[in-house]
Nanobody, 117 residues
């Protein structure tokens, strides 16, 4: 069974840091792009950051540039999101996704991040 399992969410004060992990199992995702999305309360799900299968290119939302870093460990089949200088508006459920052209996409179940003032 293919699964993406996120972890690392929690409650943190503004200005703090968290590191999210997304561990994939059931197949290797070395040829897939992977990314993090979030859904803030009352808002649509949005892309936060993504990384290519080779890890050489990343895309980030303007709102997180300079604060969040996405990386992946191909050998461990894991993608990370290092979040720093967190703001209350970063609050939301963070989802991991894996996708590849002409293949189905995979989503994790989400991990909740709450940033307090």
């Amino acid at each position: 069974q293919v699964q993406l399992v996120e972890s690392g969410g929690g409650l943190v004060q503004a200005g703090g840091s968290l590191r999210l992990s997304c561990a994939a199992s059931g197949r290797t995702f070395s040829s897939y792009a992977m990314g993090w999305f979030r859904r803030a309360p009352g808002k649509e799900r949005e892309l936060v950051a993504s990384i290519t299968n080779g890890g050489g290119s990343t895309v980030k939302a303007d709102s997180v540039k300079g604060r969040f870093t996405i990386s992946r460990d191909i050998a461990e089949n894991t993608v990370y999101l290092q979040m720093s200088s967190l703001k209350p508006e970063d609050t939301g459920t963070y989802y991991c996704k894996a996708w590849k052209l002409w293949e189905r996409e995979y989503w994790g179940q989400g991990t909740l991040v709450t940033v307090t003032v």
